[in-house]
């Protein structure tokens, strides 16, 4: 049973691998990306900065916002190198800084230009560049299509004697007009105005830095503007929270109410709970928190209508604050748990029944074992068997939690961050959650076989 076990977990990680390349895949390629989400907005005048575009025009993104953009969210790489950088394999590119070479002038002139008092000598070869992070001044010199030093400046030394910017760390390469303007025309997809004419060569300096998943650096989330990672941080407590309250209470009433019913066929206990429960089942859980909401939030407002907590928590004495938060909780966990009743309590009745007519269970009571320790000791054990190898999802249950319940009661949990960021479409955040759901539902599944193995020993994995 160990190696099986340990055949599992040694998927797992190739489980995952294998679910977000795919759903990477598919990001890449569907419409709305972060990048078409800011040009769009950008045409309608609402991006911040839109009037750094080109020509100078209103609304227009300039062609370095949209390089910028694509290298924040790996679109400027093809879908393998750019899935091994968001896994954290392979290097990005941070702090980058680019200038373009000017071109000759008439007569074979070229104009001067100058960062922090110093005079580039020949601005048709060597070009000036602000570092990004420190504004330090750079002289980049070209020869024959390539990069052959770049330097900081040092207004009190010879230029033969400058730092070489590659001792701090630096990475420098060279860009051809003809590679600029194949990297802009695949962008618009071959629909363009522009020509090889418009771009001049430049120059590229950037540091390199190892930052992905299994780093722990899940991207920016195009949507909020935050980090994915503190996103899920944020939301798991509040996930944790409800799917805790909803197992205790799933279980601990539908599991006694099951062995009841059971024990109380076709009796009046059985017919009334029935009824209820099944009443409780056809009504989607979300919709009784709509009702609950109408009638106990604003009709009649004896309980908060949105959120977790009230204004003003974090002043709040102790005992206020678990009152308060109580308080908030009554309506939403009651449509947290309405739906799984029927499901866990018919399951434990019906299999309880089947158990108590078979004949190891007359066979006990026949040799004068109490009909109590044969329920108990004897059937409950083999009844709970079907439902134990549903417990491992659990973990991803309470974790995820309900969309549109969240959605109904304002409460910022798991399941709404998952919605928001596949209705964004917001790339970083859908591979941020879905790693996490992924390796849940792969664990919880490894999960129910322990629970069913420790509850069987009939069951031998091999």
């Known amino acids: 049973m160990k190696v099986y076990f340990l055949r599992r977990l040694l998927l797992v990680p190739l489980t995952v691998l294998g679910v977000t390349f795919l759903v990477f895949a598919i990001t890449r390629v569907m419409p709305g990306s972060p990048l078409e989400r800011e040009l769009q907005a950008a045409a309608a005048g609402t991006t911040e900065g839109g009037g750094g575009g080109a020509g100078g025009k209103s609304g227009v993104l300039s062609e370095e916002q949209i390089e910028e953009f694509e290298r924040e969210y790996l679109y400027d790489k093809p879908i393998p190198l750019a899935y091994l950088t968001w896994l954290g394999l392979y290097p990005r590119e941070r702090l980058y800084s680019e200038a373009e070479f000017k071109p000759a002038m008439k007569g074979g002139q070229v104009s001067e230009e100058t960062i922090g008092g110093s005079i580039v000598e020949d601005p048709g070869r060597q070009v000036l560049i602000s570092l990004a992070g420190t504004g330090r001044p750079v002289v980049v010199q070209r020869k024959e299509g390539e990069i052959e030093w770049a330097r900081y400046v040092d207004s009190k030394k010879p230029m033969l004697e400058w730092q070489d910017v590659s001792e701090d760390g630096w990475k420098f390469r060279y ?46 989330s195009s949507v909020f503007g935050d980090p994915v990672l503190d996103l899920i941080k944020s939301r798991i407590p509040v996930a944790l929270y409800f799917g805790i ?30 009824i209820l429960i099944f009443l409780g089942y056809a009504i989607p859980g979300f919709a009784l928190g709509a009702l609950l909401l109408v009638y106990l939030g604003a009709t009649k407002p004896i309980f908060p209508m949105v959120g977790l907590v009230s204004q003003g928590f974090e002043s709040m004495s102790f005992d206020e604050k678990v009152k308060d938060l109580a308080w908030h909780t009554v309506l939403p966990l009651i449509s947290y748990v309405i739906g799984s009743f029927a499901w866990v309590t018919m399951m434990m009745k019906n299999n309880l029944m089947d158990n108590l007519a078979a004949d190891y269970v007359r066979t006990a009571v026949a040799k004068g074992v109490g009909f109590n320790r044969a329920v108990f000791r004897h059937a409950f054990r083999n009844s709970f068997i079907p439902i134990a190898t549903s417990l ?71």
């Open 392 to 462: 491992g999802q659990l973990i991803t249950l309470i974790v995820s939690g309900s969309l549109l319940i969240e959605t109904v009661f304002d409460i910022q949990g798991f399941g709404l961050l998952q919605f928001r960021a596949i209705t964004g479409p917001d790339q970083m955040l859908i591979m941020g959650t879905l790693t996490v759901a992924s390796f849940l539902m792969v664990m919880g599944n490894i999960l129910s076989d322990v629970i069913v193995a420790l509850i069987d020993p009939r069951v031998k994995f091999q």
């Open 245 to 274: 309250l909803t197992t205790i209470l799933t279980y601990g009433i539908c599991l006694p109410l099951g062995i009841v019913k059971a024990i109380k066929h076709r009796t009046a206990v059985d017919n009334i709970s029935s």
């Open 175 to 220: 860009e051809t007009s003809k590679e600029r303007f194949a990297a802009h025309l695949e962008r618009q997809r071959g629909k363009t105005n522009s020509t090889e004419e418009n771009y001049l060569p430049r120059a590229v300096l950037y540091k390199s830095r190892i930052s992905g998943l299994f780093q722990g650096d899940l991207g920016k």
